[in-house]
């Protein structure tokens, strides 16, 4: 579990966020959305430790940041897994390169350990043929599955994703969705995902949380966020027709 505590942060005189706290649970897919702009990108960069936030805590698990040594530090970064907006792998590496670099980088194990680990990953994420490929030779959902691969490959306690669906279509968007989903079941992961899509809203929102111009305007589940009056809450998810109508239908059936 990650307890955010009134977390502030400003580059130069732009204040971008305004005070966020929240808790975000331990084997749930926690959700940030908001439109572009809010603050997502910069909040999830304070829980990476990428950036330090000049007020407020991040407390991970007990573990409050700000009180630790520079070597604690270092252990908590190792236990963080990052999927990066456009997957950003290593053009020049292959699949089983670009999974296995962090094993090599953060790790003494041997090469067959390091080998067995990273079948061991590319097969949970369903990716069986791609071993020697590189990433310009494979599809872009295949690229989003090396990047998780890559991020739980050290068994990381906290996974943290940003888009980690943009670019592909719907369905692949919902089978990647759903494997962060299950993963994070599996293995008991603390995991945040920036998301503006609504599809993964419904898909697995379990904990959502709204952000609009640097401040949490609302957080709940995806069955409260359907319910909710909040007018900034229901103007994001309504902006699309589709949401709209099932809005429509929602209220029909109540009455
Ligand atoms: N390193 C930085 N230096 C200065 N300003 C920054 C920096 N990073 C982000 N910002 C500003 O912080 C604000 C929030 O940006 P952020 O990237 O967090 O938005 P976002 O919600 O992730 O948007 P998107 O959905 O487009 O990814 C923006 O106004 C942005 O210009
Ligand atoms: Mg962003």
């Not at 572009?36 to 007990?62: A, H, M, Q, R, W």
């Not at 963080?80 to 296995?100: C, R, W």
Request: glycine residues 8%.
């Amino acid at each position: 579990m990650i307890d955010v505590q009134d977390i502030h942060k400003s580059f130069g005189d732009a204040h971008i966020l305004k005070g966020i706290s929240t808790k975000l649970e331990k084997g749930k897919t926690n959700l940030i959305i908001g439109q572009s702009g809010s603050g997502k990108t910069v909040f999830l960069k304070c829980l990476l430790g990428l950036f330090s936030p000049e007020e407020g805590n991040i407390v991970y698990d007990g573990k409050k940041y700000a009180d630790l040594s520079d070597n604690e530090k270092r252990e908590l970064r190792q236990e963080m897994g990052m999927v990066f907006q456009g997957s950003a792998l290593f053009d020049s590496m292959t699949v089983e390169g670009n999974v296995m670099f962090p094993l090599e980088m953060f790790t003494k194990q041997s090469k067959t350990e390091m080998q067995d680990r990273v079948n061991a990953v590319l097969k949970r994420v369903n990716l069986i043929d791609a071993h020697h490929k590189f990433p310009s030779e494979i599809s872009g959902g295949m690229q989003k599955r090396v990047a998780i691969a890559r991020a739980i490959v050290m068994n990381p306690k906290y996974l943290f994703c940003d888009e980690p669906n943009s670019g592909l279509d719907p369905k692949t968007a919902i089978l990647i969705d759903n494997l962060i989903k299950e993963i994070t079941e599996e293995y008991n992961i603390t995991t945040v995902i920036n998301t503006h899509d609504m599809n993964s809203v419904m898909q697995i929102g379990e904990k959502i949380i709204f952000l609009k111009d640097g401040y949490k305007e609302w957080e709940g589940t995806k069955n409260e966020i359907f319910k909710t009056d909040n007018e900034a809450v229901t103007n994001f998810v309504y902006s699309s027709d589709l949401f709209k109508k099932v809005r429509q239908m929602y209220i029909e059936e109540r009455n």
